[in-house]
């Protein structure tokens, strides 16, 4: 458990290294967008949000390198790029856990009905 926490903690620190190099607009656009995803996707394993934060560093640093603009990146409407960007890291956030269980709990609920 231990090695896991430590293995986390560095790719937070490089993840962190990564965009503090990426050059305006870009750096400030990935905190924004992390400040965002860390409030809304509520993703309970720390590998999955790790893997979804380098997948976002990744993506800034290639438009940065492309010379690709923000809006080009993020489209007109970043809540939604952010929030279609999560989607694909669902399986980790903290309402599938509760989806699951309630649906665990009505179908075991209508089982002893009939």
Do not use: C, H
């Amino acid at each position: 458990m231990i090695r896991k926490f430590v293995g986390e903690k560095r790719r937070w620190k490089r993840y962190k290294a990564r965009t503090a190099r990426l050059a305006a607009p870009y750096g400030p656009a990935v905190e924004a967008l992390e400040r965002y995803l860390m409030y809304y996707a509520a993703i309970t394993k720390g590998d999955v949000l790790m893997s979804m934060l380098e997948d976002l560093a990744d993506l800034f640093e290639q438009g940065a390198a492309d010379g690709t603009s923000i809006r080009a990146l993020v489209g007109p409407d970043p809540v939604e790029f952010a929030e279609e960007f999560v989607q694909n890291y669902s399986e980790a956030q903290w309402i599938s856990k509760e989806r699951t269980r309630l649906t665990k709990a009505i179908d075991l609920l209508a089982a002893q009905e009939s």
